[in-house]
């Protein structure tokens, strides 16, 4: 799915690229981050407007904004976080219209602004009682047994609900598609992606907004901004967010059927998790305090939790990339678009922002070469001696020594396993010891495991500054 440019400001950003927290494995804690205070910290150089679907989701971003240990950084980051009154589809898009104006006409525009949002049956093939009455009234002789035990379902795109039909039933193909064309279809994502951006807010007589939560500030025409496709980023996740906090514990490709089928997999992981803003008192977690190492009802973070909170984001960000590089193939080869696919997430492109990975992360593919900050990298696995080579041509102007005992440069690699776990680093053995390339020249390492994975992670660490080669 393409990304669509931000609504930046004229004037001179803030250099966020430097990191306040380093890592071991991914994160850890700068010794005087916590005694800082506000005069150290400038003005907000950067807005950024989130609008929620739900609670679930405003819990999330809002623990990551008081994290311990990005709370000062983001200090210099003005995110709002909000949920309309209105959190379908139509009206977040609408609700990020009205605030952009307001902003704009205040002289105080967003240089950000993103809906998250889920898609549990926003644009699925209804198997309902009104679809089951148009298909009894048209075929009254039809065996309709399996559909009444699968009233409630919802199907992504046609070919699963074809694929589901013609699994019981036991008639010609035409007859089979004329069901389909009586079946109830909701289109919301697709009036969201269609090239005319008034789709969802315009019908044949003109401005329609439908049933709208406000009554005293009814949406109008005047209102409508056709612009709004350039300025608004989605975190999708499919079917619902717990897709997403799944992947903080391990790598999930279940194309859940419902909402509730995502919930219960997540409870394996957090048997305490609530939807909503979960109740500490009761142990009951909302999606931010699963992600800590136990339960706890105190107050403030302690900085063991946010660490251990911020890794789980790291994993969660990369198990999520690799999903949407297998979806996005399967999307290429069946020509479907990412609604109706599942499952799907772009939750990753949020979140790394919010963290400072935005750019970290990778995609490469063994056997293909690939550019990377002065680095052309070739990557080659042999899954019969569990053998990954590494082969690294040095396009810099500058020379680099690489795994020196300083380790400014470091190269290691971690394994994403079955269950989706991160393993610890090891580090790529050269011939000789540390490896130095001048420019334009080239070496070899290799990396020696136990047993083989799919997929694996080339940490690159160079001057301070880590980064990511997700290969698969």
């Known amino acids: 799915m393409s990304r669509r440019k931000s609504n930046r400001r004229k004037r001179k950003q803030r250099n966020l690229s430097e990191p306040l927290i380093e890592s071991s494995i991914f994160f850890q804690v700068e010794e005087d981050i916590l005694e800082r205070t506000t005069r150290d910290v400038p003005l907000p150089s950067r807005r950024v407007l989130i609008l929620c679907e739900g609670e679930t989701e405003v819990s999330y971003f809002e623990g990551i904004k008081t994290n311990p240990l990005l709370r000062v950084k983001l200090q210099a980051v003005d995110i709002q976080i909000l949920r309309p009154n209105d959190n379908s589809l139509k009206g977040l898009v609408w609700k990020a219209m009205q605030l ?3 902003a704009d006409n205040e002289d105080n525009s967003y240089d950000e602004i993103w809906i998250s949002v889920d898609n549990d049956d926003r644009n699925s093939y209804l198997l309902n009682q009104r679809s ?14 399996q559909i009444q035990l699968n009233l409630g379902k919802a199907f992504l795109c046609e070919g699963d609900y074809l694929e589901f039909l013609s699994s019981f039933l036991d008639i010609e193909p035409k007859q089979i598609e004329e069901i389909i064309s ?10 969201f992606c269609a090239e005319d951006p008034g789709e969802m ?3 044949e007589g003109g401005f329609d907004y439908g049933v709208s939560w406000d009554q005293k500030n009814r949406p109008k025409e005047d209102d409508f901004d056709p612009s709004w496709k ?10 619902s967010i717990e897709l997403w906090l799944i992947q903080h514990f391990g790598y999930c490709d279940i194309p859940f059927s419902t909402s509730d089928d995502a919930i219960n997999h997540l409870h394996i992981f957090a048997p305490n998790y609530e939807k909503g803003s979960g109740n ?8 931010y305090d699963i992600l800590k190492p136990s339960i706890s009802n105190k107050k403030f973070e302690t900085v063991e939790e946010a660490e251990t909170v911020l890794n ?8 999520s990339y690799l999903l949407a590089q297998v979806k996005e193939i399967e999307m290429a080869e069946r020509g479907l678009q990412f609604f109706e696919i599942n499952p799907f997430t772009t ?5 790394a922002k919010l963290i400072d990975k935005e750019d970290h992360i990778t995609w490469a593919k063994f056997g293909n070469s690939v550019s990377w900050n002065g680095l052309r990298i070739l990557v080659e696995h042999d899954s019969g001696d569990n053998k990954v080579e590494f082969h690294i041509v040095n396009e810099k102007r500058s020379s680099l020594l690489i795994n020196s005992q300083n380790f400014q440069s470091y190269f290691g690699v971690q394994q994403i396993t079955d269950e989706g776990k991160i393993s610890i680093i090891s580090p790529i053995s050269f011939e000789g010891g540390p490896l130095l390339l001048r420019q334009g020249e080239e070496g070899a390492g290799t990396v020696w495991f136990r047993s083989s994975y799919d997929t694996f992670l080339l940490k690159i660490q160079i001057s301070g500054e880590d980064d990511f080669l997700l290969i698969h």
Not at 232 to 239: F, G, P, Q, S, V
């Open 100 to 102: 952009k104006k307001q």
């Open 132 to 145: 089951l009455k148009r298909i009894q009234s048209k075929f009254p002789d039809i065996d309709v047994d």
């Open 182 to 191: 009586l079946t109830e279809k909701a289109r919301h994502w697709e009036s």
């Open 201 to 203: 807010f315009f019908k």
């Open 230 to 239: 350039n300025y608004i980023d989605l975190a999708y996740a499919c079917r």
């Open 280 to 287: 500490r008192k009761e142990n009951r977690l909302n999606a």
């Open 312 to 319: 789980r984001i790291q994993i969660a960000i990369q198990n």
């Open 347 to 351: 939750v990753q492109l949020l979140a």
